[in-house]
Nanobody, 120 residues
Framework: QVQLVESGGGLVQAGGSLRLSCAAS????????MAWYRQAPGKQRELVAG???????NYADSVKGRFTISRDNAKNAVYLQMNSLKPEDTAVYYC??????????????WGQGTQVTVSS
């Protein structure tokens, strides 16, 4: 019933920029937190940045000052602007959203992931 579709990943040189987008669709009553996670090979998935429906934001220390998260509530979308990319930012990036469908409890949905590769 709910789908998160990501776009914007790719290959970029160190120091470059990429913008990730994620849009939620389906029978959505409300969305609380929208967030970006990433998982590098051999590592656990980690939170990159999150934003609440009223705009409260938090970032992982490793991306502060370089990445910017934003959302468009009217479009049920979240974005991640990534600047000054480093090789250690290479990972699969996942969009996540806490969505309420009808009267059901809030549930965390995940996108399919988009690869970001930063070459040195």
């Amino acid at each position: 019933q709910v789908q998160l579709v990501e776009s914007g990943g790719g290959l970029v040189q160190a120091g470059g920029s990429l913008r990730l987008s994620c849009a939620a669709s389906g029978s959505i009553f409300s969305i609380n937190v929208m967030a970006w996670y990433r998982q590098a090979p051999g590592k656990q998935r980690e939170l990159v940045a999150g934003i609440t429906s009223v705009g409260n934001i938090n970032y992982a220390d490793s991306v502060k000052g370089r990445f910017t998260i934003s959302r468009d509530n009217a479009k049920n979308a979240v974005y991640l602007q990534m600047n000054s990319l480093k090789p250690e930012d290479t990972a699969v990036y996942y969009c996540a959203a806490e969505i309420r469908v009808g009267l059901n409890p809030t549930y965390r949905y995940w996108g399919q992931g988009t690869q970001v590769t930063v070459s040195s």
